[in-house]
């Protein structure tokens, strides 16, 4: 089984606002940069987002360590709460953005997990990566950003 590391993170300027996500793969020392947003959305969303655009990249199932600065994300799937949440029809607690967490939970079943919180905005590269790949793609979504270039796009290598 191959060993994926996803780093991901997401960003929203106003919340709800233009937002954006990013996420890199890497394996054996490729890279694989990802980015995309919604004109409105939260950044919530978009920290979701990041992480299921990074798992359904993979064409098979994988170890896949996750690192990301997103509590919300990370405690919800190594908690169990997400799975909590799908067990109560999205009832309980912080069971907001049920569509997502859906997909979510269904793209980690196929992978082996694991989950890794790092500080954000704290110097490491690919956090700081993808924060600039979401920050990005929120800005070409912003109102002034009229004509700026499509809101999903493989990201370019930095």
């Not at 960003?11 to 890279?31: D, F, K, M, T």
């Not at 299921?52 to 993979?58: D, E, H, K, W």
């Not at 956090?127 to 800005?139: K, M, Q, S």
């Amino acid at each position: 089984m191959k060993q994926v590391t996803l780093y991901t993170d997401g960003a929203c300027s106003g919340n709800p606002g233009p937002g954006g996500w990013g996420a890199i793969l890497v394996w054996r020392g490729i890279e694989k940069v990802l980015s995309g947003g919604e004109p409105e959305t939260t950044n919530n969303r978009m920290e979701l987002t990041a992480v299921i655009r990074g798992l359904s990249a993979l064409r098979e199932p994988c170890e896949v360590t996750l690192v990301s600065d997103s509590k919300y994300v990370l405690d919800a799937l190594s908690e169990g709460w997400a799975e909590g949440w799908r067990a109560s029809g999205w009832k309980k607690g912080k069971a907001k953005n049920p569509d997502l967490w859906a997909t979510l939970l269904d793209l980690t079943a196929r992978h082996r997990m694991s989950y890794r919180w790092i500080k954000g905005h704290n110097g490491h590269p690919y956090n700081e990566r993808c924060d600039r790949l979401a920050t990005e793609a929120a800005a070409r979504l912003s109102p002034s950003a009229e004509g700026q270039g499509p809101s999903e796009r493989p990201a370019d290598k930095a």
